[in-house]
């Protein structure tokens, strides 16, 4: 049998075009369009291929067998995504609702007669495709955050019987489930289909992944973590374990900018083991036969480790540089990792699974996307805009890394192989294995700046002017650094300013801020307030109450004594109370602060020396309240214990006022 022709279409800002090959690739004059320069894609079989056209709002659709122009849709204005059903039966497009709208925007077409069939409202599409296909007559999709309806296309064939245009058809099955952003659907060769589904973690609820069954939906596994916001889902090719490759925007351990990335494996038996891999986890790909996968993990440079479908370590693979990204060869037999993206080195190794030995390396600084050729013998990789807007290109290379084509296009936005079944292609000679690698020697240094007519014999003796200047420089610092088991002076990191000869450095106090210098002035006010002020009482002499005595009834006791000041103040002495007077049961009554004062063992009082005039102000303003209880009193309200106290002090303050008053005249006369 006649294996197919190998061919590929790139997106530039030209337009579209197709190239036959390799290993000679060559334009295809049949196939062009200047002004399909969207989104593209082609349908699994190869047999179509479709292309947004930005600039009339639709999409064009090619027969690739003819490379004719088969249809062009046009009047779906602001279409962005576009793609097939896996069988090409179908074809899924999907609009940008402008701010107020709310028609249908995600459609389905019929790829044979161009008639739209059906249409939903589905405002944004965190990923694509956003639909995923169970078969070729079953789809789904998530509507809400928690609930994602099924349809069976044979069941909206009969809801669309007598229908002008299309119809927004009713699910058939809708499977509930909290929070959910993210499911996809097992492709078990024996016919039994399985969903995973995901949902995130919100506050305390954690993140949880669980398979239902299709289509009794009933939930045969369930993992529940934490720290996880978003995810992708792999199922393997027999449809037994899927893994989530989870992602949290933040790192609690500040170790990476970019998040947290964890790996879960789940079966349909229940919870598997936790996989011995490291954050962040940069790419997981499953083999096309579903019976191993591999993963790249760890801070750069990153490890690759084997594991097997069970999550059972197979071996750590012996990786030369940074890698970011794995691809699986469709015959399964090779595999490559490469570094791509924010790695700018572009290092590609090409490895033989079988005898899990590297056999091919090649390098192409920038790249942002690979991808294999349907024969698995040959590697594209490519620079594309926006993702670099300069040096856009596209290399090709065989399994042993040697160079085949390249081509620089102006500006590079997309290359995609066209499909065929790997079996209809001989197996590709496995190249030798490779004893080490050679990397692409570094650019030359680029020579020191040489003005016009200086010649070398000029540069060589500036050269070693300089260079004897900057040894005198590292002595001469090297002698004005004290060593450093020296206790005094200043540290060499702190160095004090060169003087002139006979100049001495005289410490300079450090500037004061204004808030130190208002801190400072306070304090030196409250030190006088208190020097001017008379000694405390001893401890041994303040009146103590037994806790296990019963409370005394409240007193009211002033904030400030009522102490007339004078302007002698009489030096006694204070004996402190025996510690059995202390402890005596009975409590002992206090006595007002008037007659307190006249006691010889009386401490002096604190405000002795205070201005007369804030003094009376003070005790005026006391009078007054005591006015206004009376005066409640009189109207029939109830006063408390310390109200009934501070009215019986009337009389005292009233005193305290008289003698301040003629204190204040004497003074004036």
Same mark, same amino acid.
């Given at each position: 049998?006649?294996?197919?022709?190998?061919?590929?279409?790139?997106?530039?800002?030209?337009?579209?075009?197709?190239?036959?090959?390799?290993?000679?690739?060559?334009?295809?004059?049949?196939?062009?369009?200047?002004?399909?320069?969207?989104?593209?894609?082609?349908?699994?079989?190869?047999?179509?291929?479709?292309?947004?056209?930005?600039?009339?709002?639709?999409?064009?659709?090619?027969?690739?067998?003819?490379?004719?122009?088969?249809?062009?849709?046009?009047? !779906?204005?602001?279409?962005?995504?576009?793609?097939?059903?896996?069988?090409?039966?179908?074809?899924?497009?999907?609009?940008?609702?402008?701010?107020?709208?709310?028609?249908?925007?995600?459609? %389905?077409?019929?790829? &044979?007669?161009?008639?739209?069939?059906?249409?939903?409202?589905?405002?944004?599409?965190?990923?694509?495709?956003?639909?995923?296909?169970? =078969?070729?007559?079953?789809?789904?999709?998530?509507?809400?955050?928690?609930?994602?309806?099924?349809? =069976?296309? !044979?069941?909206?064939?009969?809801?669309? !019987?007598?229908?002008?245009?299309?119809?927004?058809?009713?699910?058939?099955?809708?499977?509930?489930?909290?929070?959910?952003?993210?499911?996809?659907?097992?492709?078990?060769?024996?016919?039994?289909?399985?969903?995973?589904?995901?949902?995130?973690?919100?506050?305390?609820?954690?993140?949880?992944?669980? %398979?239902?069954?299709?289509?009794?939906?009933?939930?045969?596994?369930?993992?529940?973590?934490?720290?996880?916001?978003?995810?992708?889902?792999?199922?393997?090719?027999?449809?037994?374990?899927?893994?989530?490759?989870? #992602?949290?925007?933040?790192?609690?351990?500040?170790?990476?900018?970019?998040?947290?990335?964890?790996?879960?494996?789940?079966?349909?038996?229940?919870?598997?083991?936790?996989?011995?891999?490291?954050?962040?986890?940069?790419?997981?790909?499953?083999? #096309?036969?579903?019976?191993?996968?591999?993963?790249?993990?760890?801070?750069?440079? &990153? #490890?690759?480790?084997?594991?097997?479908?069970?999550?059972?370590?197979?071996?750590?693979?012996?990786?030369?540089?940074?890698?970011?990204?794995?691809?699986?060869?469709?015959?399964?037999?090779?595999?490559?990792?490469?570094?791509?993206?924010?790695?700018?080195?572009?290092?590609?190794?090409?490895?033989?699974?079988?005898?899990?030995?590297?056999?091919?390396?090649?390098?192409?600084?920038?790249?942002?996307? %690979?991808?294999?050729?349907?024969?698995?013998?040959?590697?594209?990789?490519?620079?594309?805009?926006?993702?670099? #807007?300069?040096?856009?290109?596209?290399?090709?290379?065989?399994?042993?890394?040697?160079?085949?084509?390249?081509?620089?296009?102006?500006?590079?936005?997309?290359?995609?192989?066209?499909?065929?079944?790997?079996?209809?292609?001989?197996?590709?000679?496995?190249?030798?294995?490779?004893?080490?690698?050679?990397?692409?020697?570094?650019?030359?240094?680029?020579?020191?700046?040489?003005?016009?007519?200086?010649?070398?014999?000029?540069?060589?003796?500036?050269?070693?002017?300089?260079?004897?200047?900057?040894?005198?420089?590292?002595?001469?610092?090297?002698?004005?650094?004290?060593?450093?088991?020296?206790?005094?002076?200043?540290?060499?990191?702190?160095?004090?300013?060169?003087?002139?000869?006979?100049?001495?450095?005289?410490?300079?106090?450090?500037?004061?801020?204004?808030?130190?210098?208002?801190?400072?002035?306070?304090?030196?006010?409250?030190?006088?307030?208190?020097?001017?002020?008379?000694?405390?009482?001893?401890?041994?002499?303040?009146?103590?109450?037994?806790?296990?005595?019963?409370?005394?009834?409240?007193?009211?006791?002033?904030?400030?004594?009522?102490?007339?000041?004078?302007?002698?103040?009489?030096?006694?002495?204070?004996?402190?109370?025996?510690?059995?007077?202390?402890?005596?049961?009975?409590?002992?009554?206090?006595?007002?602060?008037?007659?307190?004062?006249?006691?010889?063992?009386?401490?002096?009082?604190?405000?002795?020396?205070?201005?007369?005039?804030?003094?009376?102000?003070?005790?005026?303003?006391?009078?007054?309240?005591?006015?206004?209880?009376?005066?409640?009193?009189?109207?029939?309200? !109830?006063? =408390?214990?310390?109200?009934?106290?501070?009215?019986?002090?009337?009389?005292?303050?009233?005193?305290?006022?008289?003698?301040?008053?003629?204190?204040?005249?004497?003074?004036?006369?």
């Amino acid at each position: 049998m006649q294996s197919p022709p190998l061919s590929f279409v790139i997106r530039h800002r030209g337009g579209t075009e197709l190239y036959q090959g390799p290993p000679d690739p060559s334009k295809d004059e049949r196939f062009f369009s200047s002004s399909a320069n969207g989104p593209m894609c082609f349908s699994d079989n190869g047999q179509y291929f479709a292309i947004v056209n930005k600039d009339e709002d639709g999409y064009t659709l090619h027969d690739m067998a003819s490379g004719s122009v088969m249809r062009e849709v046009l009047g !779906e204005p602001s279409t962005k995504e576009i793609a097939f059903s896996p069988n090409g039966e179908y074809l899924v497009s999907w609009k940008l609702l402008a701010r107020g709208q709310s028609e249908p925007n995600l459609a %389905i077409w019929h790829v &044979a007669s161009g008639e739209k069939l059906y249409h939903f409202v589905l405002r944004e599409t965190p990923y694509w495709p956003v639909i995923e296909w169970c =078969d070729n007559t079953c789809f789904a999709f998530v509507r809400t955050n928690h609930y994602i309806e099924i349809y =069976d296309l !044979e069941n909206a064939a009969q809801q669309r !019987e007598g229908a002008q245009g299309p119809i927004t058809p009713r699910y058939t099955h809708r499977h509930h489930c909290q929070r959910v952003t993210r499911f996809a659907f097992s492709k078990d060769p024996t016919g039994r289909t399985h969903m995973a589904t995901f949902a995130p973690a919100k506050g305390d609820l954690p993140a949880q992944l669980a %398979i239902v069954t299709y289509p009794e939906l009933a939930q045969v596994a369930l993992k529940s973590f934490y720290r996880c916001d978003s995810a992708d889902l792999h199922w393997s090719a027999k449809g037994r374990v899927v893994l989530c490759s989870a #992602r949290n925007a933040t790192d609690v351990t500040n170790r990476s900018y970019y998040g947290e990335t964890s790996l879960h494996l789940l079966s349909l038996q229940g919870d598997m083991p936790n996989l011995p891999v490291e954050s962040p986890v940069h790419d997981v790909k499953w083999n #096309r036969a579903g019976t191993q996968f591999l993963v790249l993990h760890g801070p750069m440079p &990153a #490890r690759a480790t084997m594991f097997t479908a069970a999550g059972a370590l197979v071996r750590d693979l012996a990786v030369r540089g940074s890698r970011n990204t794995i691809s699986w060869s469709p015959r399964n037999r090779y595999f490559l990792m490469g570094g791509f993206g924010n790695l700018a080195n572009g290092e590609i190794e090409i490895w033989d699974a079988e005898g899990m030995h590297c056999v091919g390396y090649a390098t192409y600084p920038w790249a942002c996307c %690979i991808s294999w050729s349907p024969d698995s013998s040959y590697i594209a990789a490519a620079v594309v805009s926006p993702r670099l #807007r300069v040096d856009n290109g596209i290399k090709i290379f065989r399994l042993n890394g040697e160079e085949v084509w390249s081509l620089q296009p102006e500006a590079l936005y997309d290359l995609v192989w066209r499909p065929a079944p790997s079996t209809s292609f001989p197996a590709p000679t496995p190249p030798p294995a490779l004893a080490s690698v050679t990397k692409v020697a570094d650019a030359p240094k680029q020579a020191a700046y040489r003005p016009r007519g200086v010649s070398e014999a000029t540069a060589a003796l500036f050269k070693k002017k300089l260079s004897l200047r900057s040894s005198e420089n590292a002595a001469r610092s090297t002698e004005r650094r004290p060593s450093q088991s020296s206790a005094t002076g200043p540290s060499w990191r702190d160095p004090k300013p060169r003087l002139p000869p006979g100049a001495s450095f005289v410490e300079q106090p450090a500037p004061t801020s204004q808030a130190e210098k208002n801190r400072r002035k306070k304090r030196r006010a409250k030190k006088q307030g208190e020097d001017a002020t008379a000694p405390e009482v001893a401890e041994e002499q303040r009146p103590r109450v037994s806790r296990k005595q019963p409370a005394a009834p409240p007193t009211f006791e002033f904030a400030e004594p009522l102490i007339v000041p004078t302007s002698t103040s009489t030096s006694t002495t204070t004996t402190a109370r025996a510690p059995a007077q202390q402890r005596s049961s009975k409590p002992k009554s206090r006595r007002p602060a008037a007659s307190a004062a006249q006691e010889p063992s009386a401490a002096p009082s604190p405000y002795a020396n205070q201005d007369p005039v804030r003094r009376l102000k003070i005790l005026r303003k006391k009078f007054s309240q005591i006015e206004q209880l009376e005066k409640r009193a009189d109207e029939g309200a !109830e006063l =408390d214990e310390a109200q009934l106290c501070k009215v019986r002090t009337k009389s005292a303050i009233a005193q305290q006022i008289t003698e301040l008053e003629d204190l204040a005249a004497s003074a004036s006369e």
